[in-house]
């Protein structure tokens, strides 16, 4: 699909998807969402480049993601959005700039370029030239980063609270009975949790890559007024970018932490359960021998012919039951 924009009044108008080839030319943001092999020649046509292939946008040297050619500057960044079931998905979207005009190419739908269309639909501050609207598309992506960091950050602290809960310990809680936690449930929301960050820090690495290379390309130009404008907004997004992986960083370290600290009372729950077993066949040990003592079929047995042998065999098989359970009250093992 492609999405043709221009400008007008200082903000972003759609032009139908069947435009001209002067529209394409005098066009400011073309937008190419999983495109026909049409669609690309009409662009390539438009502009004279070569627009990148799906296979070629998945490379990760640098001199594949971040070059010049035909007068064009290319750039490509991994960047991430969570899908419908809320798993995280990544996957390289491609940055062109020629002359005022910008190009975009992508196989997956993030989230940022949907709201930055809705808010460059009203009248902009910012010079909408093809510069400006990727500077603003790069703060959009931040900032949804931002935003799914900072969702991270209180599923994390959630889950935190459910796997170090207490309030069993409290005094009028323990007469009742403990309800048991989902420590698989845990374990994955952890798990998927940690996945998600390690793709935003691997997106942001991306991202930051290509905020240096703008830099490169800005300090070339002739100063001007929009130049300067731009530089000063891409540092900004610079310091962003280093803020958001410090703090993804952060939650990385915890998300180990809490990870860590699942698996040990996976294990401590499965200690428990060995425990009980080991203690339950302590106990029953005693009685099964007087039981086996007592089922031998010799001819000579004393307590046979005992009017009370047989009740004396129960008492001596539950005192020998009772006896470990009382030793291991004392103890503290139960």
């Known amino acids: 699909m492609l999405s043709v924009y221009g400008t007008e009044k200082d903000h972003l108008i759609e032009h139908p998807a069947e435009c001209s080839a002067a529209t394409l030319v005098a066009a400011v ?28 946008l998945a490379e990760i040297e640098a001199s594949s993601r971040l070059y010049q050619e035909d007068g064009a500057a290319f750039m490509t960044a991994n960047l991430i959005r969570r899908g419908d079931d809320d798993r995280p998905e990544s996957s390289p979207v491609t940055f062109i700039i020629k002359g005022h005009q910008l190009v975009t190419i992508r196989y997956h739908h993030p989230q940022a370029f949907p709201v930055y269309v809705k808010q460059a639909t009203k009248p902009q501050i910012t010079a909408m030239t093809g510069w400006g609207v990727l500077i603003s598309l790069i703060e959009a992506v ?11 950050g209180a599923i994390v602290d959630e889950t935190s ?30 798990g998927e949790e940690g996945d998600f960050t390690s793709k935003m820090r691997e997106s942001l690495v991306s991202i930051g890559r290509m905020a240096a290379f703008m830099q490169a390309l800005l300090d070339q130009m002739k100063l001007t007024k929009d130049v300067k404008e731009n530089k000063a907004r891409l540092k900004v997004v610079q310091r962003d970018i280093i803020s958001l992986s410090d703090h993804a960083g952060f939650l990385n370290g915890k998300i180990s932490f809490l990870l860590d600290a699942v698996l040990g009372m996976i294990s401590i729950e499965q200690n428990g359960i060995i425990k009980i077993f080991s203690i339950a066949s302590v106990i029953f040990l005693p009685p099964t021998l007087v039981a086996s003592l007592y089922g031998m079929n010799f001819t ?35």
């Open 29 to 56: 943001w073309l937008d190419l969402v999983e495109p026909t092999d049409v669609e690309e020649a009409n662009v390539e046509a438009a502009l004279g480049i070569d627009i990148p292939t799906r296979g070629e």
């Open 142 to 152: 931040v900032d949804r980063g931002a935003d799914h960091l900072e969702r991270v």
């Open 161 to 190: 609270k459910q796997v170090f809960d207490t309030s069993f310990l409290r005094p009028e809680k323990t007469l009742k009975r403990r309800k048991p936690k989902n420590l698989e449930l845990l374990l994955g929301k952890v």
């Open 300 to 334: 000579h047995m004393p307590e046979l012919g005992w009017d009370y042998g047989y009740p004396l065999a129960i008492a001596l098989m539950i005192l020998s039951a009772v006896l470990p359970i009382y030793y291991f009250r004392r103890k503290g093992w139960l």
